[in-house]
């Protein structure tokens, strides 16, 4: 299993992709749309591999936005402030990370606890 090698590299380039997110934010009113469109303008840092109750979740850090792959589509989230961890809110769910372990809620207001396969740079 991949979590038994998360080593600290790993851990220090999620960690740059957390910190690196959490000096600016989203323009209120902005759209699923123009943020897929500034997404793809700027430079991908990490995407990292979740399970999140024997489903997959691929996400995506750009900066202070994060792509979210659920069940097949992609959801735009920006980073929002939390307390510990890392936080993305979107219209449809909303993603928080920490360590190893996430927390993705849906909009039916749907809990689910997610463990970290794998990073990538």
Known sequence: MFCSKFTLSNGAIFGVAILL??????????SDQAAQSNLEEVEQTNIVSYRCEKQNLQAYFHGNRAEIVWQGRSHYLTHAVSASGASYLGESLTFWAHQNEAELELEDGTHMSCQLLKVES
């Open 21 to 30: 997110s959490a000096c600016s934010s989203q323009p209120s009113g902005e």
